[in-house]
């Protein structure tokens, strides 16, 4: 074991306050917020189980880690709550000057579409 691993190797929580492992030394039942959702999963309220540190540039870096038993399915959207937000992606799609709608989201800093604003 090198010196870095040593130092962010502390299954124990004695050092951390809780089990703490080096870059890709944490056990099997163990997963970060990315590996859930990969897998159709949500942390579901539990907390932080343990941590992974490793060095990285600017310093020590930390991925925290929640028990895969204890994992809850995603949630999936309601057919209503799709509903809004297509009408509110296209909302951001319709120029507000020439009320067409564009292929791309009309720029904040604009107000509205490019032909308007005279930038195409």
Known sequence: MGRIRAAFHDPTGDRYGIPTYWWRGAPAGYATRRQLRDKGLRPGGQ?????????????????????????APKRTATPAQRAALNRALLARRTCPACAQVRPYYIPRSLGECLDCAGVA
């Open 47 to 71: 907390p932080v189980a343990a941590q992974i540190l490793w060095r990285g540039i600017g310093g020590t870096r930390t991925a925290y880690l929640y028990r895969l038993d204890l994992a």
